[in-house]
Every structure is written in structure tokens, then in C-alpha cells.
């Protein structure tokens, strides 16, 4: 098991910037994948970008070319930032760790971003 905390969230206006971290309670380097997926109301949780152990990277379509996964094993902490951010991002965040590929998911708690058009 590993423990997150995600921060980073805000309000921004559209074509704006932001970064989210999570911060994991423990090494990531050996976590299998690290992913961020979003929630906006009365929607269900989609994968927004996720980050593997062999430092391969996978993002949705509505946000290629314009968010960045990245990590940091010194700080155990996984980026996403975010730029040229268009109203339909806003969404609460989640960081998400799946420790092996077996493992149950690791989740957290969310951080609220919200872009005013």
C-alpha cells in the first residue's frame, strides 16, 4: 500500500497553466504505473495520463500535446503538468498507484481544478 496526496489545484482561465504533484508515502520506483484521472460532475472517473515503472508514458486523447506526466523518484512525486487548459478539464484530479500488476489500486484524495472560460 501507498498513501497520496495530491496538490496543485485551482482556478484558472482558459489557455492557462497548472501543476499538480502527488506525493506518495514511500519510493516510487518501483511502482509499477502512476496514473492521473479526473472526475467532473455527473461523469465517471477517466484516466487523464499515467507514467510506468520503465518511465513509458500514456495519456487520453483530449489531452495529448498539452499535459505532461513526469516523476521525480528523489522525491516520490509524480507531476502532470497542465497547460493551455480549456473549460472541459475542470474536473476534480486523482492520483492513482498500482504498486504491481496484481495490486489493488492506491488512491487520492483529489484536488479540485477548475478553468473559467
Known amino acids: 500500500q501507498v498513501q497520496l496526496v495530491e496538490s496543485g489545484g485551482g482556478l484558472v482561465q482558459t489557455g492557462g497553466s497548472l501543476r499538480l504533484s502527488c506525493g506518495a508515502s514511500g519510493s516510487i520506483s518501483n511502482i509499477y504505473h502512476i496514473s492521473w484521472y479526473r472526475q467532473a460532475p455527473g461523469k465517471q472517473r477517466d484516466l487523464v495520463a499515467r507514467?510506468?515503472?520503465?518511465?513509458?508514458?500514456a495519456y487520453a486523447d483530449s489531452v495529448k500535446g498539452r499535459f505532461t506526466i513526469s516523476r521525480d523518484n528523489a522525491k516520490n512525486t509524480v507531476y502532470l503538468q497542465m497547460n493551455d487548459l480549456k473549460f472541459e478539464d475542470t474536473a476534480v484530479y486523482y492520483c492513482?498507484?498500482?504498486?504491481?500488476?496484481?495490486?489493488?489500486?492506491?488512491w487520492g484524495q483529489g484536488t479540485q481544478v477548475t478553468v473559467s472560460s
Open positions: 507514467i510506468y515503472k520503465n518511465g513509458g508514458t
Open positions: 492513482n498507484a498500482k504498486v504491481t500488476i496484481f495490486a489493488s489500486d492506491n
